[in-house]
């Protein structure tokens, strides 16, 4: 007997002998279902819904390793016992079918991968079971994510530190809610903070997620409630945002200064309201969209309250001298403003699923096709925006995608333009400003001959042009030039290559964690760019290692230990140790870190494109 039949013979034997009981099954047939004449095709008369803990526990620990694998079968029953696996009726009300409906493959598919989207759930599974022409049985076949999470990160940049310590219950009673404590202190970030989320509020599909606490300077907040297109095949979205944030704009320093950082105090608060709606066919879908936003930005102390700092020690800053205020000014520019957003794209876009990408050992599904969005933004009202006092302002955005596959290789690309057309108060003069701009392009490779090897190549480019806000990029970092610290080589573009060779491990232990080994090398180089402290970097390289885990065993997500020197004369006289993620991922997705908090408010284009919807 072949895998992929013994697949469906266990199953349908489990489900002769369970069909009596209401445990397994989520709901009886209504009497409005439809008939299989109306169907053209079956129905589905039962949906069985297996949601497994973290780990099997395999009974058999004989061998020559059998103390390795006892240990490691008590170790798992361990982590099953102190975890609470996600409730059925969560999974049920996920799914895009119920008893008494039509049998799509469509929704069968989009549903499973609607489960692998949950940050809890590791992996997903449905499949029917045709019981005759007219009937099919669904199984859902999930296994869950270790949720009960501490995290403490270290960090060899200038020293070691700890640059956040949280503890997060991710799946909290089974129903998928986050509850989530830490303190994260890494440069001029210290937050203190609390965050809570929910992706079922009010029993709906809506998400709603809600956080707040200290920062170095003040205090941070931000709610949302975020109605996501479900799946392919949903037509409606919606977003509601509110955030506010007081703290520091950290600029990295030039080459040679007598201190590393400027810091600059800035107060953010931003709202905006989108609703999206999709027509078409899965596969070929166009969005339309409308939102309005509303943004202030004040920098009510300056110029007093710009500080210098020597060293890294952002606890301890000095008053700046006049030149440094002077170099920040530009970006010193308060508004006050709302805008009425309409939003347009095309989606063409399918999922397949891969193993052993991103993940060591585990699947994730790969968006491949093409995708247009635009949104166009109009102030309204009275707007205020320094220097040119009551000014009136466009602005838009482009994001294009693009992906492909072959047997053995993926390519994702992305590119994010946008910028703001400035109509000064009363004056005939138009100016372009707050030009940003970001662009990747991921090749992955798995060789049929070495299938544990993933060849990974990434390129990305971010930059700013006439920028009002605080802005800089810097070459080096976790996601730069790897073996240079966050602080070095500052820059108004960049540009930066990655290979990496992905190595998945085997041994004993492999049904409790994956675990893998990375060599890679980096090169980019900078430019000016006209921001505060830019410098020409030319070309700079890097090469490390590092050790890849994911816990437990086909996690989607992978913890990193990488060790970077720069290639240089002298290149260890720099060594970074770093304990992070990966700086090239297609789960993370597109988009520059540091741009992104440089970026004005953004009318829910994620949500409306429809990278990370479920």
């Known amino acids: 007997m072949t895998g992929a039949s013994l697949r469906l013979t266990m199953p349908a034997m489990l489900v002769c002998a369970v069909a009596g009981t209401h445990s397994r099954v989520s709901a009886q047939e209504p009497p409005d279902s439809f008939s299989e004449a109306e169907c053209g095709g079956p129905v589905i008369s ?9 780990y099997a526990v395999p009974t058999d620990s004989s061998g020559s390793d059998g103390w390795v694998r006892s240990a490691a079968a008590k170790a798992r029953v361990i982590a099953n016992r102190a975890h609470r696996r996600t409730r059925r009726s969560f999974i049920e009300a996920e799914l895009l079918f119920a008893v008494g409906d039509c049998y799509d493959s469509l929704l069968i598919d989009e549903s499973a991968r609607i489960l692998r989207l949950l940050p809890f759930i590791a992996d997903a599974d449905i499949y029917p079971i045709h019981i005759n022409g007219d009937e099919v049985h669904v199984v859902v076949d999930t296994r869950d994510d270790w949720t009960l999470k501490l995290d403490v990160r270290p960090e060899f940049d200038n020293g ?3 640059t956040r310590v949280g503890f997060t219950e991710e799946n909290l009673g089974g129903t998928g809610t986050l509850l989530g404590f830490y303190l994260v202190e890494r440069d001029e970030r210290r937050d203190l903070g609390l965050e809570l989320s929910t992706p079922r509020f009010v029993g709906t599909r809506a998400d709603a997620r809600i956080g ?9 907040f931000h709610e949302s409630i975020t109605y996501p297109f479900v799946g392919e095949v949903g037509q409606w979205a919606f ?5 506010l944030r007081e703290d520091l704009f950290r600029y990295a320093a030039a080459t040679g200064s007598p ?18 709606r999709r027509f078409g066919t899965p596969g070929n879908l166009t969005v339309l969209g409308a939102g309005v936003s509303w943004e202030d930005v004040r920098f009510e102390d300056f110029p007093g309250d710009v500080t210098v700092i020597t060293g890294f ?8 001298d006049s030149a440094t205020v002077e170099s920040v000014r530009r970006h010193v520019n308060p508004r006050r403003m709302a805008r009425l957003h309409l939003v347009a794209g095309k989606r063409n876009v399918q999922f397949i699923r891969r193993r052993g990408l991103d993940a060591i050992r585990g699947e994730q599904d790969i968006r491949v096709g093409t995708q247009a969005l635009v949104t ?4 309204v009202g009275n707007p205020t925006a320094a220097p040119e006092n009551r000014s009136h302002e466009l602005q838009g955005t482009v994001s294009l995608f693009g992906g492909a596959a072959g047997e053995s290789w993926i390519f994702n690309s992305e590119l994010t333009i946008e910028a703001a057309r400035l109509f000064a108060g009363g004056n005939s003069e138009r100016t372009f ?12 490779w798995q060789p049929p001959a070495t299938p544990d090897h993933t060849f990974v190549v990434g390129v990305s480019g971010a930059g700013g042009w006439n920028t009002s806000l605080p802005f800089q990029l810097t070459l080096g970092g976790p996601f730069g030039v790897r073996g240079y610290d966050r602080e070095e080589l500052p820059a108004g573009q960049r540009v930066v290559a990655h290979f990496e060779d992905r190595i998945a491990l085997s041994g004993p232990l492999r049904d409790l964690f994956d675990l893998g080994l990375t060599l890679f090398v980096d090169a980019g180089a900078g430019w000016h760019g006209a921001v505060p402290f830019g410098a020409d970097s030319g070309l700079k390289g890097t090469a490390g290692a590092g050790l890849r885990m994911g816990f437990p065993a086909g996690a989607r997500r992978v913890v990193r230990m990488d060790v970077a020197v720069p290639m240089r004369e002298s290149p260890f006289s720099s060594l970074q140790f770093r304990i992070g993620y990966d700086a090239v991922s297609l789960l993370s997705g597109f988009g520059d870190r540091q741009v992104r908090r440089s970026r004005g408010v953004n009318p829910a284009s994620a949500i409306l494109g429809g990278q990370f919807n479920r």
Request: aromatic share 12%; proline share 4%.
């Open 46 to 54: 039962h949906v069985f819904v297996d949601n497994h803990s973290i």
């Open 160 to 162: 070691l530190k700890i």
């Open 212 to 220: 707040g606490g200290r920062t170095r300077t003040g205090i941070f």
């Open 239 to 243: 977003v509601e945002s509110y955030s």
């Open 259 to 276: 201190f590393t950082n400027v810091s600059l105090p800035v107060q953010v608060r931003r709202a905006a309201t989108t609703l999206g």
């Open 313 to 320: 020690d952002f606890s301890n800053p000095d008053p700046a």
């Open 376 to 379: 166009i933004g109009t102030t």
């Open 433 to 444: 400003r707050d030009i940003l701009g970001e662009v990747g392009a991921y090749f992955y």
